[in-house]
């Protein structure tokens, strides 16, 4: 544990009488009293023994002890400890956004590598060196396509991460771009419904693989029939699932996003995480963020460099590419750590194994009576059953039983109460899975 540790009075001192005030107060001397902020009223200061029992305290509260069999986006995957012990290291842990090269090589050989690697992955032609998350960046993929087409319209299929899409809606509410969704008809994007809506307003057509439900789909023909009508395709993917499946780059989509996530970073409550975004080498300067490059210097030598849109672009004001403007580095680190530790073939074995957990366990709950789980298409390592009853209330009395049983659907889809999404990483073993579907047989036959 890192303590804290507080400046000294002498450091205090010396530090107002640089700035040339001779108090605190004096250097908030100018907010008047009924305009402070309420940071402004802070209790009198604790110990760090205080601090940490204090803290202690609130983390037991938490049910940190849950066997998690939640997805939707998020996944409890095994992650190596070399990770940790690599990313720690000062010259990574501390270092930022790397304006002088000849000072930062380490770091920007480190996110050029990351971008090779993810573009290994998807099999696209050039990646930037992260965005902030998944959802960032599919937004930030909408608006390429929208500067890259010079249309204002966006068809976004419903099996898309509703996150996502929320995420997307709220970025854009001021501006005048028309978004219109299709519906999943047996788990899968509906090809006639976004066909029907495609016109010479459409900029691009978002879908997911495998999508919100956990289904599995080739998009080839929808991205087909989008560039007969001058229409991008923009596919969201969880980067594990491409050790088995069909690559965006092989079914011809125009620009591939998704969360790191997954790629050797844990669950921490909600992040930090990172975004990855991938495109054809034809659209690379709409790209946001920062791209790393590849050179030699004046001698010869091979060297890394920001290579396009560094920070001072995105002060264009409505000329940006993005308001983003920088990445999360460290974050990327990890993600291109764990790539490079399990590689092409482990990348593969982990998928298989996802997937083969996954239909272990959907088989040990179709022996569960009320329980239907869904098959009308494949899924890969999360699936999706229907309950006799609301399923946020199975959930919590799953809880009870030691575990997280998965994410209710009814919270994003309406009439569907009674609807249970359900992942399965590698980490959940055959007895765990085993329990998982005992302890559901009591819930709802007990």
Request: charged share 20%; net charge positive.
């Amino acid at each position: 544990m890192i303590p804290y540790i507080p400046h000294t009075h002498n450091d205090v001192e010396e530090m107002l009488k640089v700035i040339g005030v001779s108090s605190i107060n004096d250097l908030f001397g100018d907010i008047k009293t009924h305009h402070a902020p309420r940071s402004f009223q802070l209790p009198q200061g604790k110990s760090e023994f205080e601090v940490v029992e204090y803290l202690k305290k609130v983390a037991a509260k938490n049910r940190s002890n849950l066997i998690p069999f939640i997805g939707a986006g998020y996944y409890d995957h095994y992650i190596p400890s070399a990770i940790s012990a690599l990313v720690s290291r000062g010259e990574f842990y501390t270092a930022y956004t790397p304006y002088q090269p000849e000072c930062s090589q380490g770091t920007l050989q480190a996110l050029y590598e990351f971008q090779s690697s993810i573009c290994t992955l998807t099999s696209m032609e050039a990646a930037n060196a992260s965005v902030y998350e998944g959802g960032t960046a599919l937004y930030e993929a909408a608006m390429m396509a929208i500067r890259i087409t010079k249309r204002p319209k966006i068809i976004m299929d419903s099996g898309v991460s509703p996150i996502y899409r929320k995420i997307i809606k709220s970025y854009t509410s001021n501006l005048n771009f028309e978004f219109q969704e299709t519906p999943v008809i047996h788990g899968k994007a509906d090809r006639a419904s976004i066909e029907r809506l495609c016109d010479k307003k459409t900029a691009a057509i978002i879908v997911q693989n495998p999508n919100f439900f956990g289904v599995m789909d080739d998009h080839s023909d929808i991205v087909e029939k989008a560039h007969s009508q001058g229409i991008l395709v923009i596919q969201s993917v969880y980067p594990i699932s491409l050790g088995l499946l069909k690559t965006p780059g092989e079914m011809g989509v125009d620009i591939a996003t998704g969360d790191g996530q997954s790629l050797g970073l844990s669950l921490n409550f909600g992040g930090p995480y990172f975004g990855f975004m991938t495109t054809r080498k034809k659209y690379i300067r709409q790209m946001p963020g920062r791209i790393v490059g590849q050179t030699v210097d004046g001698q010869g030598r091979r060297c890394f460099v920001n290579t396009l849109q560094a920070r001072e672009q995105h002060i264009r004001r409505e000329k940006a590419t993005s308001n983003i403007c920088t990445n999360a580095a460290l974050c990327a680190l990890q993600g291109l750590i764990y790539l490079s530790l399990l590689g092409k073939e482990g990348i593969r074995e982990l998928a298989e194994l996802n997937f083969h957990k996954a239909e272990f366990m959907r088989r040990e709950l179709e022996k569960i009576k009320w329980v239907v789980v869904k098959r009308s298409s494949a899924t890969f390592n999360e699936f999706t059953v229907c309950l006799p009853q609301s399923a946020s209330i199975v959930v919590e009395q799953m809880v009870d039983k030691g575990f997280a049983a998965g994410f209710p659907l009814g919270r994003y889809y309406k009439e569907m109460e009674n609807y249970l999404l359900i992942s399965v990483t590698e980490k959940r073993t055959k007895e765990e899975i085993i329990k998982y579907a005992q302890a559901l047989n009591n819930i709802l036959n007990g």
